[in-house]
């Protein structure tokens, strides 16, 4: 049986706007997807502000695309990579995208490449504007891939972006529910990467969605022998009713007055 031929990615960096320190865990996160078939990273290399990726590039054998700020003010860096990308969508011989940036600069980019049928995934950090992470068929947060934060981070609060995950779940399962209220595990995963691209259980600190699913009190999980692990939203239980003790003559009436 003739195994399926590899997907072919390109995994275009903005070195400008990502640490090195992140090369490495993206690279091996991007493998699970396909195979980095193009690796390029974009900026002006002859700043010292990307000192760090230099020793980066050898080690991942990522081509340095050299791009000066002829003006102040203006990313070019942005431009460079957009042009490439759409070359390389030309050429007819890659199968996906990988855009890593936090910058919603290329928010038009990643629709576009959609639009012609690629795969794209977006990888950036936790600020990166909902527009960016919307635009992709799934993004991925490098706070995920990588245990300390960017050296870069600045130190402001970037909040907490994630969704709520009881909202989410619920919406999953009840929109891929069969007439008995059973979602297949499967499924789920499918709604949940298509409504939500940023969506991942290792943000919500589990390794795979079904153990993600188990852990909730609200949701019922099983894996029949020799079926498909399924997963349904629990019963409510019916909230207790208080029943009030119905005054008689004697608890009514007010105690006579001793005398």
């Given at each position: 049986m003739t195994e399926p031929a590899a997907i072919r990615l390109a995994v275009l960096i903005d070195a400008d706007n990502v640490s090195a320190t992140h090369s490495a865990a993206l690279l091996a996160e991007l493998a699970r997807y396909g195979v980095p078939t193009v690796k390029r990273a974009y900026g002006d290399w002859t700043t010292q502000q990307l000192t760090g990726w230099k020793t980066e590039l050898s080690r991942h054998a990522i081509q340095p695309i050299q791009q000066f700020a002829n003006t102040v003010g203006k990313n070019s860096t942005d431009s460079a990579l957009i042009i490439d990308a759409m070359d390389l969508l030309y050429s007819g011989s890659l199968d996906a995208f990988a855009i890593v940036s936090s910058d919603s600069d290329f928010t038009r980019l990643a629709t576009r490449l959609r639009e012609s049928g690629k795969t794209v995934y977006g990888l950036g950090r936790r600020r990166t504007p909902a527009s960016l992470q919307a635009a992709v068929d799934k993004f991925i947060f490098?706070?995920?891939?990588?245990?300390?934060?960017?050296?870069?981070?600045?130190?402001?609060?970037?909040?907490?972006?994630?969704?709520?995950?009881?909202?989410?779940?619920?919406?999953?399962?009840?929109?891929?529910?069969?007439?008995?209220?059973?979602?297949?595990?499967?499924?789920?995963?499918?709604?949940?990467?298509?409504?939500?691209?940023?969506?991942?259980?290792?943000?919500?600190?589990?390794?795979?969605?079904?153990?993600?699913?188990?852990?909730?009190?609200?949701?019922?999980?099983?894996?029949?022998?020799?079926?498909?692990?399924?997963?349904?939203?629990?019963?409510?239980?019916?909230?207790?009713?208080?029943?009030?003790?119905k005054a008689t003559a004697k608890t009514a009436a007010p105690k006579a007055a001793r005398g």
């Amino acid at each position: 049986m003739t195994e399926p031929a590899a997907i072919r990615l390109a995994v275009l960096i903005d070195a400008d706007n990502v640490s090195a320190t992140h090369s490495a865990a993206l690279l091996a996160e991007l493998a699970r997807y396909g195979v980095p078939t193009v690796k390029r990273a974009y900026g002006d290399w002859t700043t010292q502000q990307l000192t760090g990726w230099k020793t980066e590039l050898s080690r991942h054998a990522i081509q340095p695309i050299q791009q000066f700020a002829n003006t102040v003010g203006k990313n070019s860096t942005d431009s460079a990579l957009i042009i490439d990308a759409m070359d390389l969508l030309y050429s007819g011989s890659l199968d996906a995208f990988a855009i890593v940036s936090s910058d919603s600069d290329f928010t038009r980019l990643a629709t576009r490449l959609r639009e012609s049928g690629k795969t794209v995934y977006g990888l950036g950090r936790r600020r990166t504007p909902a527009s960016l992470q919307a635009a992709v068929d799934k993004f991925i947060f490098l706070e995920v891939l990588q245990d300390e934060a960017a050296p870069e981070d600045d130190g402001r609060d970037e909040g907490d972006s994630l969704p709520d995950l009881r909202q989410i779940l619920e919406a999953a399962v009840k929109a891929t529910a069969q007439d008995d209220g059973w979602s297949s595990l499967s499924g789920v995963s499918n709604y949940l990467g298509k409504a939500y691209a940023a969506f991942d259980p290792r943000h919500y600190g589990f390794s795979r969605l079904g153990l993600l699913v188990n852990g909730q009190d609200y949701l019922e999980f099983e894996h029949p022998a020799g079926g498909q692990p399924r997963v349904r939203v629990a019963a409510r239980q019916p909230a207790r009713k208080r029943t009030a003790k119905k005054a008689t003559a004697k608890t009514a009436a007010p105690k006579a007055a001793r005398g």
